[in-house]
C-alpha cells in the first residue's frame, strides 16, 4: 500500500477535525434547545451586534430564504427581533431581545469550552503556525480575510 501523500492525509484531517467540531458544536447546542443553525446565528449576533438579514446571509453563508425562516423561529421563541433600517423601510436589522442575552452568553461560553477542549495541550507556537497555514489556505480558496 502506498503511503498517503500529506497534502491529502493534511486535507483529510481538516475534513473529520470539522465534522467532529460541527457535531461537538450542535450537540452542546441542543442541550440549550437550539438547533445548530440557530445557535450560529444568535453567537453571530452575541460577537458582532445587530445586522440586517442580508447581511447575516452572507455571514453564515446561507440562503436568504433560509435565513428568513431562521429569524422567523427565533423571533417566534422571543430571541431575536427585527427593526426597521433608517432610509430602507424593506430592510430589517436583526437584534437579540433581552430574553436572549442571557442565552448568547451561555453559547459564547460553551464555544470557549469547546475550543479548551479541543486544543488542550497544543503549545502556543504550534496554533500561530496552523493559524498561518490555515489563513494561506483561505487565500488560496478565495475566502475573504
Known sequence: MDAV?????????????NRKMRNMFDDRARAQGLTLP?????????????ATQSE???????????MVKLVDGLEAKG???RCTV???RRAKRIELTD??????SNILDFVSELREQ???????????TA???LKRISRNMGVPA
Open 5 to 17: 501523500p500529506t497534502s491529502a492525509a493534511f486535507v483529510d484531517e481538516l475534513v473529520r477535525i
Open 38 to 50: 440557530r445557535a450560529r446565528l444568535l453567537l453571530h449576533l452575541a460577537r458582532h451586534g445587530a
Open 56 to 66: 447575516l446571509a452572507q455571514a453564515l453563508e446561507i440562503e436568504q430564504p433560509t
Open 79 to 81: 430571541l431575536v427581533k
Open 86 to 88: 433608517e432610509g430602507d
Open 99 to 104: 430574553a436572549a442575552q442571557e442565552g448568547a
Open 118 to 128: 479541543v486544543l488542550e495541550g497544543v503549545d502556543e507556537a504550534d496554533l500561530l
Open 131 to 133: 493559524t498561518r497555514v
